[in-house]
């Protein structure tokens, strides 16, 4: 079929009407896309910030639509199932990381931006084991940063295997951050976020969090070796160590982000008198997309988010890159 998409044609620049020709495969399904995000990703992506952008691109990581059409393959999706796409469209199925429920590690996945044209488009084929039903309970347009952002915050939350009632800290109250902080209330978690904009604070306290000014460093060393876990979603420059001083000994320091530039850290705050530990997290399997799509439903976890039509794609992108949005902003396409 033919897709109509929006494409940046090279580093930097904007997007234009774009058409490409996909046939459905027998795994896969097409889906008509009704919301897709503009993330800070997105928006790296089309300035080339990591170097693995292929143009033409079609940005757009986290998708909601409605099946049109299944692959003869196809039984756990139907014409008319809303669902949700995140960054992660393909894998083997028969790897070790694939056979190990890790299909995020696949050596032969695609993802967007990288290997395959997103959800600036009209319509996206994508191997039905990456598209996921939304609970009834989510409304669309919120949850469209569930898909990549929640589900990466969610795994790395996992991963800590954290204790009851942990104390627990969020760098960054962005798109990740925010979900960050949301899944972590409602666990449970004694939440605190560190955030440079004095204006998020009675959103992150109406979150239940409380709020600690990050360049206020005298907040900071008060409350050193207090934290069973931290999670990064910084993408800017900063000092890990002054957060790595905040864990309790054996406490978790979770890096979702970070920033272009080699860091800096002192590797003695992982070892001496504490035991600490640093890791990454990359997005998530499809068993944490749907536990976190079922938590989230559970626990009426969505993001806020502001909504605008397909035609200011190019305007939500300059405001992304400019850093002029405090929640997510989402494209609804009316065609
Ligand atoms: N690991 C993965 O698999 C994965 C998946 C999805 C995304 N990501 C990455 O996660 C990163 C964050 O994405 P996002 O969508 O959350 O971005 P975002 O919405 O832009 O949030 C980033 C946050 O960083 C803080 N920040 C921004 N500029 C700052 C500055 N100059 N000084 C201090 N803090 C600053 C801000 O929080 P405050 O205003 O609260 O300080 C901002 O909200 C991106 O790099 C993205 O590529 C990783
Ligand atoms: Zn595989």
Known sequence: ???????IKEKGGKPAPF???????????????IYCSVARG???FISNDWGDTKFPLVPGHEIVGVVEETGANVTALKTGDRVGIGYQQEACFECEFCKAGNEQFCVQQKVICVDCYGGLADHIIVDNRFAFKLPSALYSANAVPLLSSGVTVYSAIERAQLPD???VGVLGAGGLGQLAIRFLHKMGHEVYVFSHSLEKKEMINQLGAEFVLSSNADNITAINKQFDFIISTLNVPYDPDTFLRLLKPQGKFCLVASPLNKTPVSLGLLYDYVQRTI???????????TDMLNFAAKHHIESEVEVMPFHKMNEAI?????????IRLILENHE
């Open 19 to 33: 058409y490409y020709e996909r046939e459905i495969g027998d795994n896969e399904v097409s889906v008509k896309i």
């Open 165 to 167: 009632r942990a104390v």
């Open 1 to 7: 079929m033919k897709i109509k998409a929006y494409a």
């Open 279 to 289: 890791y990454g997290n990359y997005v998530g399997s499809r068993k944490n997309m």
């Open 42 to 44: 997105d928006v790296q």
């Open 318 to 326: 300059e405001k992304v890159k400019a850093g002029e949005v405090n």
